[in-house]
């Protein structure tokens, strides 16, 4: 039966969270809320400090041509990389073409071409042979890799 006097009339447990979900423990609109972030959540209105920021040098363009390189394992100096702090990223000399934090076995890597369009000068061509860099997100250092 519904009480006029109830602040929350439609939902049986008078317990709405923060995100406006009856019975809700906050999860459904938390996250990182910086748009300048890799992960930036359009519908999250709480931080939760998950944010992940895309290292310099490692930031690209996406183009319409497109391939994808599988890494199914990854180390800086035999040490394991750590998930979405060190990055990989895929480079045609010295621009970045592509990159994305490591999420463990079969993390998938874009590696952008040349469309022809103005912001994608130097992508890769067919032919090219890229290199690869990885991003130590815990001392702010880049290696070359071997593929």
């Known amino acids: ?8 009339p439609f939902c049986l447990t008078n317990d709405t969270d923060d995100c406006g979900v009856c019975g809700g423990d906050n999860t459904s ?3 990182c809320t910086n748009e300048i972030a890799w992960n930036h959540c ?3 209105t709480i931080d939760d400090s998950s944010c992940i920021y895309i290292p310099d040098n490692f ?3 996406q183009s319409t041509a497109q391939a994808f390189y599988f890494v199914l394992d990854a180390d800086i100096l035999s040490d ?3 998930v979405n702090e060190d990055w990989i990223g895929v480079f045609n000399g010295e621009v970045c073409v ?3 934090p490591w999420n463990g076995p079969y993390s ?3 590696a952008m071409g040349d469309d022809g369009t103005e912001w994608i000068q130097g992508y890769l061509n067919t032919g090219d042979f890229p290199t690869f860099k ?4 815990s001392k702010n250092q880049y290696y070359g890799a071997e593929a």
């Open 134 to 137: 990885i991003y130590d997100g």
């Open 29 to 31: 609109c938390t996250g």
């Open 108 to 110: 998938s890597i874009p």
């Open 1 to 8: 039966m519904n009480d006029c006097t109830d602040d929350e």
């Open 42 to 44: 359009e519908s999250c």
């Open 80 to 82: 394991d990389l750590v």
């Open 98 to 100: 592509g990159s994305l």
């Open 59 to 61: 930031g690209f363009s």
